[in-house]
């Protein structure tokens, strides 16, 4: 069996999922990845057969929000409908898709079925948590950026059918935590030097803050910078006394999973992460809109008063390839004589 997995590269968390999957994955066929996007900064061993700059989000550092006009601007469509119909998706047998739009597009042009695995497959549900104001536009793009026949959505808690919980990374599940007093950070949508001149008022704090700005580790008063690095970033993360985060979903999922003090700060004018805000709020997470001048007051209230709930659930990824592919590795050799309730037999072998 030949597998198309498609990944939405803003942010690091897709591509760490899809890390985690690979293994499971290659028992069942052989894997394509397909990388969008340019807004990560984790380098990959993943075998990519297929890049493209896809949709990206563009930030105003000087304020951690999404510069729209920016984002806007770079988006080619006729790029993007070129690079969809280019797409050789009929060579493969299944076609996952991790919230990516090319793939989603080439999918409706060409006929093909997939499925929508990730944590945005959840939103298609009404019973995931939202903020107070909904944004009509985000949900639109939440419910109509990929369209596909199955949604396997994740999220922290199994709010309702088709929503499972997150899947965790190997090392987080194996790892022994514990508090050497530093705090992780990262927070992609502010520049490092907006992030040092507030840390480093905290002086009787050290902090460790990842940045895909960063080539090699450096040490600056009490604040020392990290590059963008898988292993060093779940290290960092494990031995941490709390971590200061965006409001995504696989990190805010991995701290409150080592139970350490979470808090986050959703990118603004991205309404995902006002979701996955609203849904942290059940796990006495602190949510600040943006870094301000009362960030101080914030930080010491949140590293002295706060004690967020352990997220104790976790989904296995052996269970979660049986969803997918309607049985377990051993029964591969068998699939043209059984029934695979995600897998339509007109793309199948």
């Not at 999918?107 to 945005?120: A, E, N, T, W, Y």
Request: one cysteine or more; hydrophobic letters at 40%.
């Amino acid at each position: 069996m030949k597998i198309f997995y498609a990944i939405q590269a803003t942010g690091n968390g897709h591509i760490s999922r899809a890390a985690e999957l690979y293994p499971y994955l290659q028992k069942y066929g052989e894997v394509d990845f397909y990388l969008s996007g340019s807004n990560y900064g984790l380098k990959t061993q993943l075998p990519i057969a297929y890049r493209s700059r896809g949709l990206s989000l563009a930030y105003n550092q000087a304020n951690g929000s999404v510069d729209i006009r920016r984002t806007f601007n770079n988006i080619k469509l006729r790029k993007l409908i070129k690079e969809a119909k280019q797409l050789p998706l009929h060579k493969y047998d299944l076609i996952l898709n991790d919230f990516e739009f090319s793939t989603s597009l080439a999918c409706m042009l060409k006929g093909l079925p997939s499925i929508h695995v990730g944590h945005q497959a959840s939103f298609q549900s009404r019973l995931v948590p939202r903020p107070p104001s909904k944004d009509i536009i985000g949900e639109w793009i939440l419910k109509h950026f990929v369209r596909s026949e199955k949604h396997i959505g994740f999220h922290f808690k199994q709010y309702d059918t088709d929503i499972y919980p997150p899947v965790i990374k190997t090392s987080i599940l194996r790892a022994r935590p514990s508090n050497e007093g530093h705090i992780t950070v990262y927070l992609s949508q502010y520049s490092d030097q907006f992030l040092f001149e507030q840390l480093s008022l905290l002086t009787q704090h050290k902090f460790h803050v990842f940045s895909s700005r960063v080539e090699s580790i450096y040490e600056e008063q009490n604040v020392t910078f990290f590059p963008v690095n898988g292993d060093l970033f779940s290290k960092s993360m494990i031995l941490s006394q709390g971590v200061i985060t965006g409001a995504g979903f696989e990190t805010p999922a991995e701290a409150l999973y080592l139970n350490k003090k979470l808090m986050v700060i959703p990118l603004k004018g991205q309404y995902e992460q006002k979701c996955n805000a609203a849904a942290l709020l059940d796990y006495d997470v602190t949510v600040l809109e943006r870094i301000d001048g009362f960030f101080a007051t914030h930080f010491t209230q949140w590293i002295h008063d706060t004690n967020p709930i352990l997220l104790d659930s976790v989904y296995p990824i052996p269970l979660l390839m049986e969803k997918i592919f309607g049985c377990s590795p051993a029964r591969m050799d068998e699939l043209h004589d059984v029934v695979v309730p995600l897998i339509p037999k007109s793309i199948m072998h």
